[in-house]
């Protein structure tokens, strides 16, 4: 906990009373020697030595006497050294600065290394003249690891895969189709060993009966194999939802590497996308050597979506639970959020990373990039977290009016910038656990490890704001 990890400084008497004890033993020793020149100075006197011999020994006692405190001191500082300790302050926090290295190096990665390559067992799967034909639902994140699932799934069922119809009816309304968002060719091509992908249906089947199946969450590559009966009827099968449709465990090695090669090689973002993205991190490497990339999930569909509404006005609070009402595939409508926020279950506010960010060491004048939707709130809120940390980015700050047009009103492909940014940063921190936190951390992890600081939610805000 923070109050464990950061006790010792915050009691803000470390340095005085290291130099209270110096000076103690000191004064110590400097009696013992005031007493040996009390005593010698009678033995001279009662000799009645001529006033210049006199002045001549007490000189040399002087200097004696400097040289012995001197020499004591510099071995009491040698045993008892006092600790040197910096501190950033705030009204509501002083905590140790960590060493820059720490705050910054990527953990070792104890020899562990990205392994996606088949085993020799592995058979690449055969041109099929049946079709699976896939709607990918939810945002960015959601999409990228639904399709690469259901790259694994065309595999087990030895069918060919048509490039998936993203989702335009979720809350980001985002009209783009797989190509403004993907780099299409790529994809196809990074696969050809693997599965057959085609840009869409052959004209002879459009218009033929197709299987519209729900594929069960979660599910076995032995639930797949079964679901390959279908096949007996149908020469098409539509799969209505993407997303956890295949079990995290229990898979055989070559499947797992299979999702991997997808989700890691084979989805790269568009050139448009890829382009932008690397000049947003060209410039913020430019304004400084490091950043930290922050997913400051404090949007208004995720705090409606959580019911979190610590800090909101009444007015802020009735507007979020509206939203919630109001949004039909958002299955939980009564939230009692003061039961959220003990559980952790809450965004961290701008205040509360603020206020972590600092107590973990970073100065206030590291850079932060902000990956994120609109902010609830607005400036507001953002000021709270400004006045730990003033050198906030956006990529609206870091890209052009004409740059950012092309992704105007594209909610995914605007986050896929996000994403580039968040991938490349020195250190990642997410505010929530949601699925682009999920990605990019695994992400960060197959390229080596960088890193990644997760704040623990529930002990954070109980060590901030004392036990509920």
């Known amino acids: 906990m923070l109050a464990n990890l950061y006790q010792e400084d915050t009691s803000g008497n470390t340095e005085s009373?290291?130099?209270?004890?110096?000076?103690?033993?000191?004064?110590?020793?400097?009696?013992?020697?005031?007493?040996?020149?009390?005593a010698s100075t009678?033995?001279?006197?009662?000799?009645?030595?001529?006033?210049?011999n006199i002045a001549l020994y007490i000189f040399l006692l002087f200097a004696f006497s400097i040289f012995i405190f001197v020499f004591n001191a510099g071995n009491i500082v040698e045993?008892?050294?006092a600790p040197v300790i910096s501190i950033q302050s705030h009204p509501q926090t002083k905590f140790l600065q960590t060493a820059d290295d720490e705050l910054w190096d990527a953990p070792s990665r104890h020899g562990l290394r990205p392994c996606i390559k088949p085993t020799s067992r592995y058979k690449a799967a055969h041109g099929s003249d049946r079709y699976l034909t896939v709607k990918s639902n939810g945002g960015?994140?959601?999409?990228?690891?639904?399709?690469?699932?259901m790259v694994a799934v065309a595999y087990i069922m030895n069918a060919t895969l048509v490039i998936p119809q993203l989702d335009r009816r979720s809350f980001w309304q985002d009209s783009s189709i797989f190509s403004d968002i993907f780099d299409e060719l790529h994809f196809i091509t990074t696969l050809q060993g693997d599965v057959r992908i085609v840009r869409e249906l052959p004209k002879e089947l459009e218009l033929v009966p197709r299987a519209r199946k729900?594929?069960?969450?979660?599910?076995s590559m032995g639930y797949y194999k079964e679901m390959m009966q279908l096949w007996n009827d149908h020469q098409v099968i539509h799969v209505a939802k993407s997303d956890s449709r295949l079990a995290n465990n229990d898979l055989p090695l070559d499947i797992q590497r299979l999702r991997c090669r997808a989700l890691y090689h084979a989805l790269h973002f568009s050139p448009p996308i890829e382009s932008l993205g690397k000049k947003l991190v060209?410039?913020?490497?430019?304004?400084?050597?490091?950043?930290?990339?922050?997913?400051?999930?404090?949007?208004?569909?995720?705090?409606?979506?959580?019911?979190?509404?610590?800090?909101?006005?009444?007015?802020?609070?009735?507007?979020?639970?509206?939203?919630?009402?109001?949004?039909?595939?958002?299955?939980?409508k009564d939230i009692n959020s003061t039961e959220q926020r003990i559980g952790g279950f809450c965004p961290l506010t701008p205040k509360e990373v603020g206020i972590f960010l600092q107590a973990i060491g970073y100065p206030p004048s590291t850079l932060i990039y902000v990956a994120s939707g609109e902010i609830y709130g607005g400036d507001a809120r953002l000021s709270e977290l400004m006045s730990f940390f003033p050198n906030l980015v956006f990529k609206e700050k870091l890209a052009t009016k004409e740059e950012l047009n092309a992704f105007a009103k594209h909610a995914s492909q605007s986050a896929a910038l996000d994403y580039i940014v968040s991938l490349e940063s020195d250190?990642?921190?997410?505010?929530?656990?949601g699925n682009m936190a999920?990605?990019?951390?695994?992400?960060?992890?197959?390229?080596?490890?960088?890193?990644?600081?997760?704040p623990d939610r529930l002990l954070t805000v109980k060590v901030l704001f004392g036990s509920f």
């Open 17 to 38: 009373d290291a130099g209270d004890l110096l000076v103690g033993m000191v004064n110590h020793r400097g009696s013992s020697h005031n007493h040996m020149r009390t």
């Open 42 to 52: 009678a033995k001279f006197i009662s000799r009645k030595q001529s006033p210049r």
């Open 79 to 81: 045993d008892h050294p």
């Open 140 to 149: 960015l994140n959601q999409m990228r690891t639904g399709i690469s699932d």
């Open 214 to 219: 729900h594929f069960t969450s979660w599910s």
């Open 282 to 332: 060209d410039r913020l490497r430019m304004r400084s050597g490091k950043y930290i990339a922050l997913h400051l999930r404090y949007e208004k569909d995720m705090l409606a979506f959580t019911g979190c509404t610590s800090g909101l006005t009444d007015a802020e609070s009735e507007e979020l639970r509206i939203m919630r009402e109001n949004t039909k595939h958002w299955k939980v």
């Open 427 to 433: 250190v990642f921190v997410p505010s929530y656990s």
């Open 438 to 454: 999920r990605a990019v951390e695994g992400h960060r992890r197959f390229l080596g490890h960088r890193k990644t600081i997760t």
